[in-house]
């Protein structure tokens, strides 16, 4: 029978995710049994959507999707650190989870170049546009922290952070909305709905920058806070995530397995 975790590493790890406040030895240890409950419910349901899906598995895996292999990429990480002995397991499942999202951004703007050449297949051409546009989002943002940085080095008000008020953030792209849209309710969503999505958030994404710039120069404090707040749910995706859920509820309304563009337009997106 394996042990669960110390509580005191419990403790560690929640210090790691910016819980700076002490914890009690009697919370310390219901943690880990309520880490230990959770567990054991995530791998029954893991175990029962694996079987589903390959009644002939004998490995427990993620049964959402393939990952990349943890064995592959631990070696590679052996092969390549120089100053250290060994490779941790938590550093190999942290570089997997950068390294998935990254392949996911460059196939999302990749798709969407093969989607403006009408074709159904990603070729070199597709991913080579792909990598400008990371290339590029970069040096965006570097100009616009930049730029923001400024501001907020003449403004008496920069006891809040640069992070916490300029994020452009990933450009986001029509691979991004149809997988959330398949992440949150499981639906599709046609694509003048997309196009007109974008426009909107990018608008959004405009009038909050501008407000934010005016603020800077003649505003109050609460004003913002305000618009750091907004700033924030813009870049987690809550607007996003908010709009398309809205949407959903027009397509279901109307009996429509699909997301069409009349579900969109019916939203106040800034509500």
Request: aromatic share 4%; net charge neutral; charged share 30%.
């Amino acid at each position: 029978m394996s042990k669960p975790w110390a509580p005191s590493h419990v403790s560690e790890v929640a210090k790691g995710m910016g819980v700076d406040k002490r914890i009690s030895g009697d919370v310390k240890k219901i943690l880990v049994e309520l880490l230990n409950i959770e567990l054991n419910s995530i791998t029954e349901n893991m175990e029962k959507k694996i079987l589903l899906n390959d009644s002939k598995r004998k490995t427990l895996g993620d049964p959402e999707r393939t990952r990349l292999s943890y064995s592959r990429t631990r070696g590679l990480m052996v092969d390549k650190i120089q100053k250290l002995d060994s490779v941790g397991s938590s550093a190999v499942v942290s570089a997997n989870e950068i390294l998935e999202k990254y392949l996911q951004r460059l196939l999302s703007y990749a798709s969407d170049s093969a989607d403006s050449d009408k074709m159904g297949t990603i070729m070199q051409r597709h991913l080579d546009s792909a990598l400008e546009i990371i290339g590029k989002n970069k040096i965006n943002i570097q100009t616009d922290e930049t730029l923001n940085e400024k501001h907020l080095n003449n403004d008496s008000r920069n006891n809040i952070t640069q992070k916490e008020i300029v994020a452009p953030g990933d450009i986001l792209s029509k691979a991004n909305i149809r997988m959330m849209v398949r992440d949150i309710e499981g639906m599709k969503i046609e694509e003048d709905a997309i196009e007109d999505l974008l426009l909107v958030y990018y608008d959004h994404a405009a009038g909050l920058q501008e407000d934010f710039q005016n603020i800077v120069t003649k505003g109050s404090m609460e004003e913002l806070e305000i618009n750091v707040e907004r700033s924030r749910t813009l870049m987690k995706m809550g607007w996003l995530r908010r709009m398309l859920k809205h949407a959903a509820n027009n397509a279901k309304s109307d009996n429509s397995a699909k997301i069409l563009l009349k579900h969109v337009i019916r939203i106040d997106p800034w509500e």
